[in-house]
Antibody
Framework: EVQLVESGGGLVQPGGSLRLSCTAS????????MSWVRQAPGKGLEWVSG????????YYADSVKGRFTISRGNSKNTLFLQMNSLRAEDTAVYYC??????????????WGRGTLVTVSS | EIVLTQSPGTLSLSPGERATLSCRAS???????LAWYLQKPGQAPRLLMY???SRATGIPDRFSGSGSGTDFTLTISRLEPEDFAVYYC?????????FGQGTKLEIK
């Protein structure tokens, strides 16, 4: 079955760190760019970060640049998001997202169910 | 950063009616690198359209997309009960690959 399963969310204090993971199955993971997209409670979607299939290119929203790091382990079909210096405004459901086919196709054709990150003291 | 503005914010229609949703970009989205998604409460979003006018796998033909440059439209020809949800557009021509703020399609 083609799916993405996120893990690693939880409650963290402001200034703290958290590492999200996403395990992919049912497709050749290394062939596709991957992204993280988040959704604050009651709000819309926000693209957070993306990484090329080879891992060579990484991209970030301005709101997380310098604090978050995206990476991937193609041998284990896993995507990561290391989140440091967390703020209350980072509270959201974080979705793992698979990009479409092709070098420029950064739309999302497969979504995980999401993992909730809550930043609060 | 490309800013996407969706209108209207809320659209109230009845099943069987036609829905027209708009997405306007702050600068040209070249090669029509624009996608549309649907999200129901408590669920992850789902891809509807990519390349402005190509339907994703399994999406019925009552959904159609059009537009180029800075103005894009999602049309639902005859609303079914399952179509009432929140719709988002996304541009993927330049990082960051921004989303619009969403249009809520509600039952009148």
């Amino acid at each position: 079955e083609v799916q993405l399963v996120e893990s690693g969310g939880g409650l963290v204090q402001p200034g703290g760190s958290l590492r999200l993971s996403c395990t992919a199955s049912g497709f050749t993971f290394s062939d596709y760019a991957m992204s993280w997209v988040r959704q604050a409670p009651g709000k819309g979607l926000e693209w957070v970060s993306g990484i090329r299939g080879s891992g060579a290119g990484t991209y970030y929203a301005d709101s997380v640049k310098g604090r978050f790091t995206i990476s991937r382990g193609n041998s284990k079909n896993t995507l990561f998001l290391q989140m440091n210096s967390l703020r209350a405004e980072d509270t959201a459901v974080y979705y793992c997202a698979k990009a479409g086919s092709g070098w420029y196709q950064w739309y999302v054709d497969l979504w995980g169910r999401g993992t909730l990150v809550t930043v609060s003291s | 950063e490309i800013v996407l503005t969706q209108s209207p914010g809320t659209l109230s229609l009845s099943p069987g009616e036609r829905a027209t949703l708009s997405c306007r970009a702050s600068q040209s989205v070249s090669s029509s690198y624009l996608a549309w998604y649907l999200q129901k409460p408590g669920q992850a979003p789902r891809l509807l359209m990519y390349g402005a006018s190509s339907r994703a796998t399994g999406i019925p033909d009552r959904f159609s997309g059009s537009g180029s440059g800075t103005d894009f439209t999602l049309t639902i020809s005859r609303l079914e009960p399952e179509d009432f949800a929140v719709y988002y557009c996304q541009q993927y021509v330049n990082s960051p690959y921004t989303f619009g703020q969403g249009t809520k399609l509600e039952i009148k």
